[in-house]
């Protein structure tokens, strides 16, 4: 688990040749789904633009649980920039 506030990363290794990954915002710090839909297309969108950085020497492929704790929008900028932190601890 690699934390970076409003972002919590749980992964793992997996056999698959390609990475696989979850969003969640929870329902109880936005009551509306439209919100919680578009920080979750926020977020993968930003895994989908970053991806290429988590290359392995190896090959190795993660599944990524992306669970977002904050309890107000950020902007697209700022989730991106603390989406990549964690992308970077995570490599």
């Not at 970076?4 to 929870?26: M, Q, T």
């Not at 969108?45 to 991806?51: A, G, P, S, V």
């Not at 990524?64 to 995570?90: A, H, P």
Request: charged share 35%.
């Amino acid at each position: 688990m690699i934390k970076k506030f409003p972002l919590i990363i749980y992964w793992g290794a997996n056999n698959e040749p390609y990475h696989r990954i979850v969003v969640s915002v929870p329902k109880r710090n936005f009551k509306k789904a439209v919100d919680r839909n578009r920080i979750k297309r926020q977020l993968r969108e930003i895994w989908r633009r970053q991806k290429p950085n988590l290359g392995d020497p190896k090959g190795k492929k993660y599944d990524l649980f992306i669970i977002f704790t904050g309890k107000e929008e950020f902007d697209y900028k700022k989730l991106e920039s603390k989406f990549v932190l964690l992308l970077n601890e995570l490599k």
